[in-house]
């Protein structure tokens, strides 16, 4: 059953109240309603809090199985990517005192300017991505010839490959190719070169940037398929855009952002703020890197375990190669998943408890889907966001906002904990991107 009060009317009241403005003069009414948004955002990143249960049916071959499903794509309604650039552009205005004009114009100072902003939101992004794997990309690739070398161009936009299969047109069977290096392959088997025998690994160690090196080449046509932390093309000023990122997580990209331009010569320097920002930048980066987001799973109402697709490679790396019923779920990032083994010809349900997007309100009658031992963090954090723009000092002495909400975080946590005796699942999925790094690391050997 969901809550029934507080209004956004009224906690935006409450909230221009305690920054000694009633009358929304200095903070106006859509600034203070998307300081109340990120606060609710930030706090389920931290928590988790939100969390809900969405069914969707698997896919069949056409012509081989669904391997992959996106969250976004499979329960919009839970787990949309919806922010757009523009969004964030007007939370960077109010943040550094411009006004937060329409979207794709500027009407603020020159100390600013709409190019910056949007580059900043670019780069910040991308290095989001790159350092969390937050949103992973399956591009399956087009049948053909293989390079005589083995060396396939990859698209501009893949910033790191996190999985590669190679199948053969003549056979049909996919091949799950191991990550590794030249000096492995040099060393252990130097004739890999000649590519007279099926591929079994990859690189990207010692070719040209956005290259895939296959070992050995493959002489016969086939697909290459994979999987990759993918930087989406890049927002422009005039052009309203989603930026790809879960909802709960862009206020990381709004203090990436906020350190760069704060720390670029001439008036706009701020080192302070811009060190404050760079922390938050630095804090919401480790945790959206561990961050849970499958819970539980059925299929066709019996439960299933979850699993790492890293895992799935590892110790099962044949499991794309037959399909069936399903009995296990495979997750990768926050937004991909598979089922294993996939489903074939007949359709299965799949149910998922999830961390869901935390619900925003956007008129002022809608509820903010909090209880009241928690409402006043969510006042805390937003009124301690809201004063960001008053300059170092007042952020300073609004640094106790901040550590109480993170405190008032470590307590729900810690009922959860104490509510959920088994939290297995939530803590494999925190571990899968370690455990596939420290596999890779212990596979290659040092130079």
């Known amino acids: 059953m969901p809550y029934t009060a507080p209004t956004l009317l009224q906690a935006r009241t409450a909230l221009a109240v305690r920054l000694q403005d009633p009358l929304m003069v200095r903070w106006v009414a859509a600034e203070l309603d998307g300081y109340l948004r990120e606060a609710l955002r930030t ?92 949103t992973i990309t399956y591009t399956e690739g087009v049948a053909g010839a293989p390079p005589a070398n083995g060396r396939f161009d990859l ?92 909802d709960d997580w862009v206020w990381v990209i709004k203090w990436g952002a906020l350190a760069d331009l704060l720390a670029n010569d001439g008036l706009s320097l701020d080192p302070a703020r811009s060190q404050y920002c760079e922390q938050r930048w630095q804090q919401g980066i480790e945790m959206a890197a561990k961050a849970p987001v499958v819970l539980t799973a059925r299929i066709d109402d019996v439960v299933v375990p979850i699993n790492s697709l890293a895992d799935f490679d590892s110790y099962q790396p044949l499991w794309q190669l037959v399909p069936g019923a399903p009995t296990e779920v495979a997750t990768a990032g926050l937004n991909l998943f598979s089922v294993v083994p996939p489903a074939g010809s007949n359709l299965f349900t799949v149910t998922l408890d999830v961390v869901r997007n935390a619900p925003v309100p956007v008129a002022d009658g809608d509820i903010l889907q909090v209880s009241a031992d928690f409402y006043d963090a969510i006042l805390d954090y937003a009124q301690h966001i809201a004063l960001f723009k008053e ?42 991107d370690e455990q596939a790094k420290r596999r890779v690391e212990e596979a290659v050997p040092a130079e």
């Open 43 to 134: 706090w389920n990143a931290w928590t988790a809090h939100w969390r809900d249960q969405g069914s969707f049916a698997t896919q069949g071959p056409a012509p081989f199985p669904v391997p992959f499903y996106d969250l976004a794509i499979e329960l919009p309604t839970l787990r949309a990517r919806t922010i757009t650039n523009w969004e964030l552009i007007a939370d960077l205005q109010y943040a550094l005192l411009e006004p937060a004009a329409p979207g794709g114009t500027w009407t603020g100072t020159d100390q600013f300017d709409l190019a910056r902003l949007t580059d900043a939101i670019n780069d910040r992004r991308a290095e989001f991505l790159r350092e969390t794997g937050a």
């Open 155 to 246: 698209d501009e936009s893949a910033l790191i490959v996190r999985r590669a299969t190679w199948t053969p047109t003549a056979t049909g069977t996919l091949l799950p190719l191991t990550r590794s290096d030249e000096w492995a392959a040099d060393h252990f088997q130097p004739a890999w070169v000649a590519g007279d025998a099926d591929p079994y690994a990859y690189s990207t160690t010692a070719v040209p940037p956005i290259t895939l090196q296959v070992m050995p080449p493959p002489t016969t046509n086939g697909r290459l398929d994979l999987l990759t932390i993918t930087n989406p093309a890049a927002a422009a000023p005039l052009v309203n855009a989603t930026l790809d990122i879960p």
């Open 391 to 432: 300059g170092a000092g007042q952020l300073s002495l609004a640094q106790s906002l901040l550590e109480r909400a993170v405190e008032a975080a470590g307590v729900e946590m810690n009922l959860q904990q104490a509510s959920q005796p088994s939290r297995r699942p939530i803590l494999r999925q925190q571990r899968q």
